[in-house]
DNA sequence: TTGAGTTACGAAAACGATTTCGGACGTGAA
DNA sequence: TTCACGTCCGAAATCGTTTTCGTAACTCAA
């Protein structure tokens, strides 16, 4: 415990103007030079730039950003409906692989957070106060008027498993993903396959298309109390239900749940009747966690490419951001792959 | 798929000059009544301040940055040796803790990243680079030279779980939780306990005086084979060490492991020797993440407040920018509470 | 009336970078 | 020699804000 001395070294900034002197030039052959403009001769190029890797000059951001209106700075929006926050298993993999690629291309990530109480601002003026060259906008309720207004604004939006009219959105491939999950359990010869989905959005909708067709496919009609919901990641919901669709007079011998969270807590139910899993009942996740890797059984379930997801959103906005009038906005799917584990036994 | 048009609103940034127009003031005036200085009537300060909500101005950022050398942006320092990254189960909950404190007080979070490629700075490059005007460290190797040059730098630093010289750390009460969990074994009745300790950091340190205080204080030696190390997170080396030691002549009664995650693997190894938790072999986790009590049985594990320690952080780092002189360098330790699962039993 | 002391405001410099425009100089052709 | 042209560089404005300093107007006591 000892009181701030103030004695260490500070680290200086080095400026232009700092190497325009040593190097006996001004300040804008000395910008010109680094910024690799045509009308600086070779030799000059070369001494400015080889004295300011000498002097360890990096460019002020503040400065540069007051001139040219680019931070090289990409927000990130995100607030959760779950209240798990940064901790949502599925979207701090996605912030992952944003972290990931931005860093790669000389971004650098700036959380555009709820307003705080003292300032209170939209997110978009937030955005436009922060100069934030783009956005990538995850997880939010995108009903909200502050979303509306921050989309349909001039600035780069990218958005994460929603799409909106004249925004560019990167999405996982739930049709598809779930239409692979299902056939798989038809495939062990389930024919009574329950579907817990989770509450009503874009991606709900698009998992219960994708359950359906390939229930279709077989031409099997599921009975509606074969359909219920929960909310996403709450195995205590999970659980549940579990025992009220167990309670049925004619039980299902595969359970789908609506993520890998739900799926364990469905386990437990299961167990505490007394049943076991695979052998009496079948369940399946979603998402792809890694924890789903590590309970006993391994969960089968249908790995979403969460990284990639991140890593392609960066990618889309520094398009738009660094092409604006090029980049398209469309909606880019990304691919999951069928983790097959040991959670669904064969039906003979 | 539409090509961008560019017909959308501009969110015209509103500045001082137009609020001075509008009142028929100078920008002076303006920028003196909007931060609440002395010498500006209490008339005009109304007039203006109305005028500026009106219009929905907002401080550039980068232009204040520039001139001030403040940038209201807190720098978040993270490598993971695990390679989980911001999926890591304990720093995303630090993370978010992070969040939620900055935020509140005004701040903003910025990544300060593992270097890119193109241009290559250090960690404390970076931050200057960015004028953020503090940082908080986390996960990193603290050996590090980059690290080390950062902390001594005169940047205020706020390191999690680390300490370091003349340095602000917040840290988890290693040695008193591990201290209380194993005192919690031992009053089952467990006598036979084994200790598998992560790879040596200071939190490992803390926590193994914190084991060997307990089973002292109740005159047990452990033997060595009852020690063990495997890395954090890795519930398979975790599934092969418990086979280990459940293969030995005199078999443990408990395992205590790293953290929750290698804890469920070696329930796996338990289950799968043909063994039940706890009735044969009991279990106990670290960290009290969330998948600690979904599990079935759920962890007895020593839950580290990690949202807590997050907003501890974000105080402290906040407490040295704004109060420089008076603020103090000391090791803040953020207990912890003892959340009793299911996964221990009694012996008789 | 005079002088000192407030009060309320504005002019201007500064922060560090980018960019426009103009000028000095050298080269080659007529 | 002269003129047109290209090459290389610098002066100065600019971005939006903060801050110092100067000053006009007003108050009040002597």
Redesign the pocket.
Known sequence: MSIETDTREVKA?T???DIAQVC??????V??A??N?S??????REQIKSKARELG????QA??A???RSTMDIGVLFADAHNSGLTHPYFSQVLEGLKIRTEERGYDLTFIGIKSKRNKMTFLEHCVYRNVDGVVVACVDFNQPEVLELVRSRLPVVTIDHVMDDCATISSNNVEGMTRLTQYVLSKGHRKVAYIHGRPSSTTNERMVGFFRAMEEKGIDPPEAYIREIPYLDDEAAYDMTLELLALEDRPTCIMYPDDYCCIGGINAIRDMGLSVPEDVSVTGYDGVPIARVVSPKITTYQQNMLEIGQTAADKVIELIERPRTAIKNNTVIGGTLFEGGSVGTIK
Chains 1, 2 share one sequence.
Do not use: C, I, Q, W
Request: aromatic share 6%; net charge positive; proline share 3%.
């Open positions: 900034m400026s232009l103007k006996g030039v001004s300040v804008a052959t910008s010109k680094l910024n403009h009308d600086v001769s070779e030799a000059r000059y990096f460019p002020n400065a540069r007051l001139k040219t």
